[in-house]
């Protein structure tokens, strides 16, 4: 094919060599050197064309772009005499975004994943300044309850929300405290030293948010509210402990337990669970359980957020 391509080129050398001298003899000669030239070309080749229009049945497209092409307008468009599309405007087939009679999925795409990324911009800017208004506390004596705490550093700023954790390795405990501003954090910080209950806290910039609640768990009532007070969350639960074996554990050493909630699933390689006692002093000692072994384990316990409601039994339907 390259070789047929050269000759045809030296054809019209020689075709604008003899222009000058003999044009009627020349041009016959060299029309009919092309015509020989061609007749050795291929009759069976086929032109080709991209594979996303083998779908359409293997004909060839008229006058139709891919939906991949690029937005271009031709010279005889941009001036004005090219084809109009079926609104009157001469723009190309994949100028507004589809081609034939397609969506273009690729800007499709593209705005989605924009989108996505505007997000997710967002919401790490949120959790960012969330982080930047966070203090944490540290050496919090079990007795120190949430709503002491949260009172103490709202003389600083205005107390957005306030967690006290568990520490499996310590019997004191740590807490994230929220302001609304960075400035109460920033006046925060002047605490550390100071003594809660019996011991020094120490008061930092935090390095994580708080996480959100789940609006649909929290107390909707007083008598929830007061449930609340007796429950306490236990995470890091050997997951070949039982639900016998955590009411067991905590009416030993804490007192009656009136309601349990043993969670997990196949992913985490511990348990959670939610401990309801009849005594909200049981709660308080139930704290001071953080470090102790429970199975295999030393289990972390925190005031609950939540109640632990009871299970909704589900109504069984009549099958025709």
């Not at 891919?66 to 599309?85: C, K, Q």
């Amino acid at each position: 094919m390259a070789a047929v391509a050269e000759q045809a080129i030296a054809a019209e050398d020689q075709f604008a060599r003899c222009e000058k001298t003999a044009p009627e003899e020349c041009e016959d000669e060299v029309v009919a050197k092309l015509s020989h030239l061609l007749s050795k070309l291929n009759p069976a080749a086929k032109e080709f064309f991209p594979s996303n229009y083998a779908s359409a049945g293997g004909q060839k497209p008229h006058d139709r772009l891919s939906s991949g092409a690029p937005v271009f307008v031709a010279a005889s468009s941009f001036h004005g005499y090219g084809p109009a599309s079926n609104d009157g405007s001469s723009r190309d087939s994949s100028s507004d975004g589809s081609a034939n009679n397609q969506p273009n999925r690729r800007r499709r795409n593209g705005y989605d994943q924009g989108r996505w990324r505007m997000n997710d911009r967002s919401r790490r800017a949120e959790r960012e300044d969330s982080i930047r208004r966070t203090v944490y506390v540290s050496a919090i004596d079990y007795h120190v309850t949430e709503e002491k705490l949260a009172k103490i550093f709202s003389n600083y700023g205005e107390v957005v929300d306030c967690r006290i954790c568990g520490d499996p390795h310590s019997i004191l405990r740590f807490a994230f405290i929220e302001f609304s501003d960075e400035y109460g954090a920033r006046a925060a910080l002047t605490l550390g030293g100071a003594v809660l209950g019996y011991y020094k806290v120490k008061v930092l910039p935090s390095k994580t948010a708080i996480v959100p609640v789940n609006p649909n768990f929290l107390p909707n009532s007083e008598d929830e509210e007061e449930m609340v007070i007796r429950t306490v969350y236990c995470t890091n639960i050997d997951k070949k402990v039982t639900q016998m074996d955590v009411k067991a554990f905590f009416e030993q050493r804490c007192g009656e337990v009136s309601r349990l909630r043993l969670l997990g699933d196949n992913i985490h390689s511990t348990r959670i669970a939610f401990v309801e006692f009849a005594q909200a002093e049981s709660a308080i000692i139930a704290l001071n359980c953080s470090g102790n072994v429970l199975g295999t384990l030393p289990i972390r316990v925190s005031p609950s957020k939540t109640p632990v409601r009871p299970r909704i039994p589900r109504s069984t339907s009549n099958r025709v």
